[in-house]
């Protein structure tokens, strides 16, 4: 498989020629999606030759798309919240400069990083700016858009509006032959959908009909990332094959992805997730009876290291943390837990509905018509 068409296009378009602006606008397009694609070294390498180029700042539609390629190499590379500063400053020139391609395609960007550092409300104005500047045949703002309230629905446990979204991202992804925006896409869905089975297995067990669905959906994933040849989301695979390991009573399984991960350190979130990885790690080594391992693991994890942690994620790790002490039979480190996961549970709760009020606004068929 070509590594996507998008990128042949823009090859081909390249190598024919044109004017200066044309040219860098291209080569920064080109950039950003060899940073999706996890070709980091190639992205640094382009971005460096644009800077020497136009970083005098005499083309300002090419300095926007430099500082928007900027962003998301920084934001695949490490997951780093410097990419939200770099995307701000390209979004503020954009709408400053009434460019309405460069504002769809930095807001959505924007929309899609605040996102993930779960700065909703900074979300849904870079949602709203790309909605007040997009057009139809804009397919890479409007896949990243559709693709980020995809995932901001289903983070507000409305799937089933998340997967019409989901569908809109897959549509303008198909048109643009972006193999990373539909690789994202077939991880997002799977990803998200999983981790919300671990929140509802906190509180109560999920049905095995789900877990096979959600297996498949990662596995699906997974393959689709070797065909289209992908590597920036790897580090997130692993953890979602890890929790549906978790999910399917697979614990031996799922101890060996994540003691590599908590080794490794690889990043899964802009937030740090270690405290959490160990708390699974815990629980998984305490169900494959490697008890002596989960209780040095249990009782050598402050529960303050968790409170950085979003509360969907400490839901998940305090209960699998509580259930990892009351396998090992640590009554005291059990307790602490679910008092811990009762708070957690509280502040979700608070969290989902919150973002649920957001995300009115996007929810019927004429937001989704406009995109």
Request: hydrophobic content about 45%.
């Amino acid at each position: 498989m070509s590594q996507s068409p998008y990128i042949d296009r823009l090859r081909l378009a390249i190598a024919q020629g044109g004017d200066p602006t044309t040219q860098g606008m291209r080569k920064a397009l080109l950039a950003a999606c060899r940073a999706r694609l996890g070709d980091f070294e190639t992205a640094e390498a382009e971005i460096s030759k644009l800077r020497s180029e136009f970083g005098d700042g005499r083309n300002g539609r090419v300095s926007i798309m430099i500082m928007c390629a900027e962003a998301q190499l920084i934001y695949y590379k490490s997951l780093g919240e410097q990419a939200r500063d770099r995307m701000m400053r390209a979004q503020l020139l954009s709408v400053a400069g009434r460019d309405a391609e460069l504002s769809a395609l930095t807001s959505a960007w924007l929309a899609h990083i605040c996102f993930n550092l779960h700065r909703h409300e900074e979300m849904m104005r870079s949602a709203k700016t790309c909605l007040d500047t997009i057009s139809k045949e804009d397919h890479e703002a409007a896949s990243r858009l559709a693709l980020t309230l995809g995932d901001a629905f289903y983070a507000a446990e409305q799937p089933e509006v998340g997967n019409r979204w989901y569908a809109k991202a897959h549509e303008h992804a198909i048109k643009l032959g972006d193999h990373s925006t539909i690789g994202a896409l077939t991880y997002n869905r799977a990803a998200m959908g999983t981790f919300i089975a671990r929140v509802r297995a906190a509180d109560s067990s999920v049905d095995a009909e789900t877990v096979t669905r959600l297996a498949g959906e990662v596995r699906t994933a997974i393959n689709y990332q070797a065909i289209a040849q992908l590597t920036s989301l790897q580090a997130l695979l692993d953890y979602s094959l890890a929790s549906v390991h978790i999910l399917a009573g697979k614990h031996a399984e799922a101890a060996v992805i994540l003691d590599q991960m908590v080794a490794h350190g690889p990043s899964t979130s802009p937030i740090d997730r270690s405290p959490a990885l160990l708390c699974d790690l815990a629980l998984c080594l305490a169900r494959s009876n490697r008890l002596e391992e989960a209780r040095e693991r249990v009782v050598s994890l402050p529960l303050k290291q968790l409170s950085a942690c979003t509360p969907d994620d400490q839901v998940v790790a305090l209960a699998a943390l509580a259930e990892a002490a009351r396998t090992c039979g640590l009554s005291s480190e059990q307790t602490a837990a679910q008092e811990a996961l009762s708070a957690a549970r509280l502040e979700h709760r608070a969290a989902v509905t919150a973002l649920r009020s957001s995300l009115a606004g996007f929810g019927d068929a004429t937001a989704l018509a406009r995109v």
